[in-house]
C-alpha cells in the first residue's frame, strides 16, 4: 500500500511540469488529495486540494492561476500541472491522502516526494 509521487525535474522559470500521485494497493476514490511542498529551511506548506470526486479544487494563493489540479480515479491517479514556474516554487512536494477534504485532513497515506527545482 503506498502513494507514490513523481514527474519533479529542473525546469526553466516560465517552464511547465505536470506531477503525478499514483495510489497502488489501496483505490483513491474515496479520498481527497491534498499536495504540499517544502523548501529548504522553510516549514511545509499546502499547495492544493481535490475532492474525492475531482468535483472541488482549492489552491494556495501563491499558485492560483498557475497551477492545476486534477484526477482521474479510473487510473487511481492524481495530477498537479504547474505552468510559469518561478525559483520560489523550487521544493520538494509531496502528496497525501485522506478522508476529508481540507489541510487539517488526517491523510492516511503519504507520498515520498519529488524534487522541483525552478532555476535559469
Known amino acids: 500500500v503506498q502513494l507514490q509521487a513523481s514527474g519533479g525535474g529542473l525546469v526553466r522559470p516560465g517552464g511547465s511540469l505536470r506531477l503525478s500521485c499514483a495510489a497502488s494497493?489501496?483505490?483513491?476514490?474515496?479520498?481527497?488529495i491534498g499536495w504540499f511542498r517544502q523548501a529548504p529551511g522553510k516549514v511545509r506548506e499546502g499547495v492544493s486540494l481535490?475532492?474525492?470526486?475531482?468535483?472541488?479544487?482549492y489552491y494556495a494563493d501563491s499558485v492560483k492561476g498557475r497551477f492545476t489540479v486534477s484526477r482521474v480515479n479510473a487510473k487511481n491517479t492524481a495530477y498537479l500541472q504547474m505552468n510559469s514556474l518561478k525559483p520560489e516554487d523550487t521544493a520538494v512536494y509531496y502528496c497525501?491522502?485522506?478522508?476529508?477534504?481540507?489541510?487539517?485532513?488526517?491523510?492516511?497515506?503519504w507520498g515520498q516526494g519529488t524534487q522541483v527545482t525552478v532555476s535559469s
Open positions: 481535490v475532492s474525492s470526486d475531482g468535483g472541488t479544487t
Open positions: 494497493g489501496f483505490t483513491l476514490d474515496y479520498y481527497a
Open positions: 497525501a491522502a485522506g478522508p476529508l477534504f481540507g489541510w487539517d485532513n488526517d491523510y492516511d497515506y
